[in-house]
């Protein structure tokens, strides 16, 4: 190792970080801690309850999912009755107007 | 300014050993290596503090896995790499500078030892990351090329070539801005 090494190793000397850093790394662990604990009540909750819950959720999301589909269903059906409407009525202007017509 | 007390457990990791291992001594014992890596690496105290209290935030996580205090400081720096690395890429956090727009100081002659040092850093700042990173772990960890490329995960070769490339280029500068550079 030469002078111009020793000097870089010198220059990069390590460096204090700024004060308060051990407290502000403790205030993160015990904040992340926190978050975790919440987490893990709910997960360490009675198997029953827990369960529940879960059901629960499946529950509510197969019902928005079937509500959804009968609404869809409703609009299509109401769609083609529309539909078939305007053609009947359609239907009958051309009727009336060819009988209008003299051949 | 280098720490006594950061000093003082870089050059006897027995003294923290003697301790038992617990996440705060490790935070005591390591604080100033890696938030030293991150710092010139990035040369931006506020970014480094912040990416030095990520790296002990996912110590703390990863605590039960680590065994000795050597895998903790082998860990600690293998962490604190590849965020830094990782954030410079991201924010595209390059040198303030390029290497070559690095200005000639304004005082001719000797300059003080705090000068040349500031020169230094700024010179290292403005490597590529990998080599950059490289000459970190060398010139402050006092790695061997060895431990570098496993820490990095490159082939020792690779650490070799931008060790030699990096210090012709400071070299190189250094002569030229300073002049009395061995």
Known sequence: MDDFERQLMQAMSRTDPPGAFEAKVLARVAREADGRSGLWRWFSRPVTLRWASVALALVMVATGVTWQRERERERGEQALAKLELALKITSEKLQKIDREIPK | ?182
């Open chain 2, 1 to 182: 300014m280098a720490g006594a007390s950061q000093e003082a457990a870089r050059e006897s990791g027995s003294a923290t050993d003697a301790e038992p291992r617990t996440f705060l001594t490790a935070l005591r014992a390591h604080q100033a290596m890696v938030f030293s890596l991150a710092y010139h690496f990035l040369r931006d105290r506020n970014a480094a503090e912040e990416v030095a209290q990520d790296v002990f935030l996912e110590l703390h996580r990863h605590w039960d896995e680590l065994g000795s205090d050597d895998h903790v400081k082998f860990w600690l720096r293998r962490v604190a790499s590849n965020r830094c690395i990782d954030r410079a890429r991201r924010r595209k956090y390059q040198p303030i500078v390029a290497l070559d727009d690095v200005p000639e100081p304004s005082t001719p002659g000797e300059p003080s030892d705090f000068l040349l040092n500031q020169k230094l850093r700024d010179l290292v700042s403005a490597l590529p990351e990998k080599p950059r990173m490289v000459m970190v772990l060398r010139y402050q960890e006092e790695m061997m090329p060895e431990q570098i490329a496993t820490l990095l995960g490159m082939p020792v070769s690779t650490v070799k070539s931008h060790l030699q490339r990096s210090l012709a280029m400071l070299r190189e500068k250094a002569v030229r801005s300073l002049g009395e550079v061995r």
